[in-house]
């Protein structure tokens, strides 16, 4: 598996080639009502490798305060209104503009958590004023504490969940037991994130993300191979599982 660290070394030169495509589109617009632009997503992170049929560079901008411009009056029409972005095409490359008003430490609090983590990890291109390079430190003061409450939280549902497992159990619907303990594994994936300061991705690349974290099981990518096997009528591999995620999994946390 090429992990985070693989692709960026990887894709290291034509990262630096989109940045620069990225920069040099930035001067071509208006940015009279514009208080900050963000890059965000694979790009930002350094592992954006297009498909065959093409990426987008993802970018966060934010409005000035009271100001009602719109991303048609800046950007032109959205060339692909079926994706929920305002997407354009600027020499041979797609950008995907989530556009808004600017976001305030209050404002970050009401995000959902896949956006929380996706701010945090973009990088500033335009901040004229300085205002949003202040702003994030309220957002991740706050961030910090947040992710200490949630990990707590987390735990307890996991918890939880696998108290339940003597329910199952006497009607022997194993496959339930394995699709429960999948849900603790999945939350106990979300906890990992909070244990190293940081709110978890949405699902679809939670576990892949996960492996580039500091503090993690250990022989995590061996353990994580051994947790997702299952019979999933079996009830002697729920327990094997199950005892592996208590013991290994858990433990860290």
Request: net charge positive; proline share 2%; charged share 35%.
């Amino acid at each position: 598996m090429y992990k985070l660290l693989d692709m960026k070394e990887r894709q290291k030169e034509y990262i630096s080639k989109i940045k620069k495509h990225a920069a040099k589109y930035l001067k071509t617009i208006d940015k009279t009502e514009i208080e900050t632009i963000l890059l965000s997503g694979s790009v930002s992170r350094g592992d954006y490798f297009p498909s065959e049929k093409g990426g987008m560079i993802d970018l966060i901008v934010m409005r000035k305060e009271n100001s009602k411009i719109t991303a048609e009056k800046i950007f032109g029409k959205d060339q692909d209104p079926y994706i929920p972005y305002h997407c354009i095409k600027w020499n041979g490359e797609w950008f995907a503009i989530l556009f808004g008003d600017f976001i305030t430490s209050q404002k970050f609090r009401k995000t959902e958590e896949a956006r929380k983590y996706a701010l945090l990890e973009s990088q500033i291109l335009y901040d004229e004023s300085g205002k949003y390079k202040e702003e994030l430190a309220s957002i991740e003061s706050f961030a910090k504490e947040e992710q200490k409450k949630e990990l707590e939280v987390e735990k307890n549902y996991i918890q939880y969940v696998l108290s339940k497992e003597k329910r199952w159990e006497i009607r022997e619907a194993y496959s339930q037991m394995h699709q429960n303990l999948n849900t603790a594994i999945n939350q106990g994936i979300r906890c990992l994130y909070y244990k190293n300061n940081k709110y978890a991705p949405a699902e679809d690349r939670r576990l892949y993300y996960s492996y580039e974290l500091d503090q993690l099981p250990e022989n995590y990518e061996a353990l994580m191979i051994k947790l997702m096997r299952q019979e999933i009528d079996s009830k002697k591999d729920y327990e094997r599982r199950k005892k592996l995620f208590t013991d290994s999994f858990m433990a860290v946390l």
